[in-house]
């Protein structure tokens, strides 16, 4: 098998378990597309006890991920992913930022999606098609999310303006949707921020610049008897010799 297949064949053969032995599980896919085809990807996969025997050791199985994940980094993806267990069921996250739609294919749904790009009225529209394995149908939940700028259509339900979602939805998922920029308002604000503390703390700066500096005011004393003068005095205030 090759290193590829590891993560995708995973998938698959817990969810064909999840159907013989009768226990559930859960699958979750969440992808954001932002523009020029990069994208983020969010999965996450619960294995209960009962099946984790029948699959393997989970030092087994994360052995089979590491190899996975160092595979889609030579592919130009970048991977973070962690497991954790919640009683008797061990949950593995991972989130993938990549570049390219046949990589996104290859990393969340197996070679199996259909994606492709188009020009549209101007803007580019990003035409997806899935059909769901019906190896899932063991799943307790088999959840599909999708995030773009704009849901133009789909047959999911459509949360907001920018997501659409399938929850065990068998058979094909269809939607069209425009990419998602990058450059988000909290960013924008971050930025914002940024200038005008660094503005304020400039300005502040200048300000005192301009002030003038008050310079303490000279002090002379007089030759005859010592009292203190005006520099500029001619004759001393005290004795009246002359300066």
Known sequence: MSKKAHLSFYLLVIAAVFTL?????????????????????????????????????????????????ADWEEKGAD???????????????????????????????E???????EDAEGQRQIYFSYRTSND????????????????????GEQIDSGTVQWVNFGGQLEAVLTEKSQFSLGTFLLIVVAVVGIGSG???VWQRRQQPQLLPAATAFCSNCGASRSPQAKFCPSCGHPQ
């Open 111 to 117: 070679n199996r999606a259909a994606l492709r790009v």
């Open 202 to 204: 400039g300005w502040f």
């Open 136 to 155: 899932l149908a063991g799943a307790s939940t088999d959840n599909v999310t999708l995030h773009g700028r704009e849901i133009i259509s789909s047959n």
């Open 79 to 109: 991977v973070s992913w962690d497991s954790r267990r919640q009683e008797t069921t061990l949950i593995y996250s991972f989130h993938v930022e990549g570049e390219g739609l046949s990589l996104l294919n290859e990393i969340v749904f």
């Open 21 to 69: 032995v009768g226990c559930g599980g859960n699958i979750d896919r969440t992808v954001t597309f932002y523009k020029d085809e990069a994208w983020e990807a969010d999965i996450e996969f619960s294995l209960p006890g009962e099946l984790i025997a029948l699959v393997g050791s989970p030092e087994e199985l994360e052995a089979d991920i590491a190899e996975t994940v």
